[in-house]
């Protein structure tokens, strides 16, 4: 139940974002960072314990040293050369930045008659900016 709110809550943020970065190329740097596998950079710019709905784990916790040893690589493999959108938010004092890979491919009549595709799905990591620090807390897939 958990997770569904949570996935809830990520829909509507993307839905409802005031901002789509797209001109703000600092915080872009920051997502680019992240796809280069510095790992000392990695787990400076993340939360203690992610929130991993991709890992397997059965409470979607993961220390963000098991999280960059296990299961970022593969993450980084299902995003190779794909492009994405980030959006912004100003939530509770914090500044929350999605960044959406949309995985698998979607026809255009199933565009058209806005009837979703099951094969379609976004994985998406979310960070969150305090004290100008941006760290990365989740990484969830939307089907």
């Known amino acids: 139940m958990k997770t569904f709110i949570s996935l809830l809550s990520v829909l509507f943020l993307m839905i409802s974002c ?3 970065v797209t001109s703000n190329k600092q915080k872009l740097d920051v997502w680019e960072a992240f796809k280069t596998n510095n790992i000392e950079f990695l787990l400076n ?8 709905t991709e890992c397997g784990k059965s409470d979607d916790q993961v220390i963000k040293q098991e999280f960059f040893k296990v299961y970022y690589n593969n993450l980084l493999l299902t995003i190779k050369d794909k492009e ?11 500044e929350v930045y999605i960044v959406s890979y949309r995985l698998g491919k979607e026809s255009i ?3 058209l008659l806005n009837n ?7 994985l998406i990591f979310i960070f969150k900016e305090k004290n100008d620090t941006i760290k990365l807390e989740e990484v969830i897939s939307v089907p």
Do not use: Q
Request: proline content about 6%; glycine content about 4%.
């Open 109 to 111: 009549v199933s565009r």
């Open 84 to 94: 994405y959108d980030v959006f912004k938010e100003h939530i509770d004092g914090e």
């Open 116 to 122: 979703p595709n099951p094969e379609v799905s976004n």
């Open 45 to 52: 710019h993340s939360k203690d314990t992610i929130k991993c």
């Open 18 to 20: 005031k901002d789509k």
